[in-house]
């Protein structure tokens, strides 16, 4: 039977041997070792042994250690700091452990005497300013070494580290191509869970918007060409211009520029600021996020509000409900004689309907789960989904601003309800789709508005975009040095 390796409990140290004078008995490649890693540390090392290999003749002619070629002998001890038995003789090992402790220095022996020794020696890993060990107290050898290579993988991964986007938005598909890449709740947790799991992806967030789906990502430069990521992502289903990947500057520059509202339909909205803030807050709930996104973050925040602060004053900015009234008031003539029906109660639908009671127009309410609260307004009627159907045979306009897997209101259900007699303006604020765009080809009267059509039509109303983004860059640059900051401290430069 085998016999069982020894265990002995260890308490991990740093040994500072700067200029101090360590003793390596013997020449072979365990000694070699051994003095490859005092060097590093700076030790002074004394080689005993009459022969040894190449490296270590090697060392000596670049007057690197001092070699006494001979045998060892017992005052060889005397004057070190730390001595290593290296031979291949376990008696004269014995011997050298014996002498050392006499001496009262610390000695390790390389052999099957090593549990008499004083100390061992992890399996080591120095990469930069970086020094690692991995011990298992002699149990293994081997699985030591196999977790201090996985180790250095991953040091030189973090040496390479940078910021990551990967994403598509509005401006490369349009919304009804663009939906199966959005993301519910549960759908964003199983391929967050995925992601995390992908070698060389440090910390990340996924931005989950009306406008665009992206992964931003602390990652190391060899992950962002594995494929993995796009694959994960649904990305390989795209051809490469309707998806983009951005990495180092471009990467935080883009996120800037996102975060001010800047890449918004939209421009200047303001709703992507919580949006970030959320995805942030979600992925470090979830695990994926720790320091390096969430100082990403408030650096980004506050690059993007000197950004707002400097180009509000060209944009006639507003929110998505703002757009929508808009429209509404543009589109719709005697507005104060319609029925409105506004589908949820969140920001936007409360944005919706304090702007409709203003205008004096009656207005149903329609929520899921959470009841309005602290709204009285006589103009107002507030119902639950499933009175949708009741609802539309008598209201004029209809706009959606809800979180849903399928239409709200489509085709198969509610065609059936809509008014016949007068045109009937149907206003899509959702994503994924509120509702179902083939009610407008099915019926004459009905007029299906989504997103993309909206803040096309608003782009065009405003002007001075191309001032705007020139006026983003700058002060994106100007912040180059907040980018340069983050990246030194991901790779361990600071």
Wanted: net charge neutral; with cysteine.
């Amino acid at each position: 039977m085998r016999k069982k390796r020894p265990e002995r409990k260890t308490f991990p140290i740093n040994a500072m041997l700067e200029g101090r004078k360590v003793l390596v008995v013997g020449g072979g490649r365990v000694g070699q070792r051994k003095v490859e890693l005092l060097l590093d540390a700076g030790a002074s090392v004394t080689l005993v042994c009459p022969d040894c290999v190449s490296e270590l003749n090697d060392l000596e002619k670049a007057s690197k250690i001092t070699h006494l070629k001979r045998f060892f002998e017992d005052r060889d001890v005397d004057q070190s700091s730390l001595v290593f038995a290296c031979t291949d003789n376990k008696h004269v090992n014995r011997r050298i452990l014996e002498l050392s402790k006499a001496a009262r220095v610390l000695c390790c022996c390389a052999d099957g005497n090593w549990p008499d020794g004083d100390f061992v020696t992890p399996a080591i890993l120095r990469t930069g300013k970086v020094l690692m060990s991995v011990s298992t107290s002699g149990k293994s050898c081997r699985q030591s070494r196999l977790i201090k290579e996985n180790l250095s993988k991953h040091l030189n991964s973090i040496e390479s580290s940078d910021l990551l986007v990967i994403g598509t938005s509005h401006e490369m598909i349009g919304m009804q191509e663009r939906a199966p890449y959005h993301l519910l709740l549960r759908e964003r947790e199983v391929m967050g869970a995925m992601i995390s799991q992908v070698w060389g992806v440090h910390e990340f967030f996924i931005l989950n918007t009306c406008n665009r789906i992206e992964l931003v990502a602390a990652i190391a430069k060899e992950a962002t060409t594995s494929g993995v990521l796009r694959r994960l992502m649904h990305f390989d289903q795209l051809r490469p211009d309707l998806y983009y990947m951005k990495f180092g500057y471009q990467a935080f520059e883009h996120v800037c520029k996102i975060t001010a509202g800047m890449g918004s339909q939209t421009p200047g909205e303001f709703h992507v600021v919580s949006q970030v803030k959320d995805a942030v807050e979600e992925a470090s709930a979830c695990g994926w996020a720790a320091s390096i996104i969430r100082d990403l973050c408030d650096t980004v925040l506050k690059v993007s509000k000197d950004i707002r602060r400097q180009v509000e004053p060209l944009l006639d900015i507003a929110e998505i409900e703002e757009v929508c009234i808009r429209y509404i008031d543009q589109h719709i003539d005697n507005l104060s004689d319609k029925r409105v029906f506004v589908a949820g109660t969140g920001v936007v639908g409360k944005g919706l309907i304090s702007s409709l009671v203003k205008r004096d127009v009656k207005c149903v309410w329609g929520y899921h789960r959470n009841m309005p609260k602290d709204f009285d307004s006589n103009l107002v009627e507030i119902v639950q989904f499933d009175q949708i159907g009741n609802i539309l045979s008598d209201v004029d306009i209809v706009v959606s601003a809800v979180d849903v897997e399928s239409p709200l209101i489509n085709v198969r259900g509610h065609l059936a309800s809509v008014k016949k007699d007068t045109p009937v303006t149907m206003i899509d604020l959702g994503m994924p789709r509120n509702i179902d765009p083939e009610l407008g080809t099915k019926c004459n009267n009905i007029k299906v508005i989504d997103l993309d059509v909206l803040k096309h039509w608003y782009r065009k109303s405003t002007g001075t975009l191309n001032q705007v983004l020139k006026i983003c860059a700058d002060i994106t640059e100007s912040n180059r040095d907040k980018y340069e900051r983050i990246r030194n401290s991901m790779q361990g430069e600071l």
